[in-house]
């Protein structure tokens, strides 16, 4: 069974810093789809970005950022310019199936003025 | 063009009860995904629906039931409601049921079972 980790239960940035969110996760798949979705104080999942596992190149959104180490399974997000609106959950996701999506934890994000 | 949108917002139950949570999805999506978020949890797939077919489900028992319509809007029933049953529920939907398919998910539906 596919299972995802997010080892950072908080985290804090000062505004217009960068920041970096970790996330593993164990599969013998070979072809998947991974996601950062936000999650602010509102409760509504807010996709940040998406990767497809069999594409090489890290995906970027604005300021948002991945880092994707297939062999280590290893998707990493990366914030730059951290702004107070950023301040949310952001849970690390799974999938190989539209219809079976795993999500870790969470990693509580502050973004300080 | 309207989102995911989802009623109540919230609700309140006791032990033993039954409660039905409805899903509208966004406009010209035939696919709805309802999730289980426990406080201070990452969100569990429950079942998901497509053209009113179930078409996967995830670790929950039958008392966890769902319908969707031929508008493609959804409902989550679950009877005979425990203590643990409290929880955040949300439902997702995307364009098709396809892994290239993202998902879009509502506010969510905040359930308390006393």
């Known amino acids: 069974a596919q299972t995802v980790t997010q080892s950072q239960p908080e985290m804090s940035v000062q505004e217009a810093e960068t920041v970096t969110l970790s996330c593993t996760y164990d599969t013998s798949e070979s072809n998947y789809y991974l996601f950062w979705y936000k999650q602010p104080p509102s409760r509504q999942m807010i996709l940040v970005i998406r990767?497809?596992?069999?594409?090489?190149q890290n995906a970027t959104e604005n300021r948002f950022s991945v880092n994707f180490q297939k062999a280590a399974k290893s998707f990493s997000l990366k914030i730059s310019d951290s702004q107070l609106g950023d301040t949310a959950m952001y849970f690390c996701?799974?999938?190989?199936?539209?219809?079976?999506?795993?999500f870790g934890a969470g990693t509580r994000l502050t973004v300080k003025p | 063009e309207t989102g995911v949108t989802q009623s109540p917002t919230h609700l309140i139950k006791t032990r033993g009860q039954q409660v039905t949570l409805r899903c509208s999805s966004q406009s010209g999506h035939n696919t709805v995904s309802w999730y289980q978020q426990a406080l201070g949890q990452g969100p569990q797939f429950i079942f998901q629906?497509?053209?009113?077919?179930?078409?996967g489900r995830g670790n929950f028992p039958p008392r966890f039931s769902g319908l969707q319509f031929p508008n493609y809007s959804s409902e989550l029933n679950v009877n005979a409601l425990e203590l643990d049953d409290s929880a955040l529920y949300l439902c997702?939907?995307?364009?098709?049921?396809?892994?290239?398919?993202?998902?879009?998910f509502g506010p969510g539906t905040r359930l308390t079972v006393l």
């Open positions: 629906y497509y053209r009113e077919e179930e078409n």
């Open positions: 997702a939907s995307s364009l098709d049921r396809f892994s290239t398919d993202t998902q879009y």
């Open positions: 990767q497809e596992a069999y594409k090489q």
């Open positions: 996701a799974f999938m190989k199936h539209n219809n079976d999506m795993r």
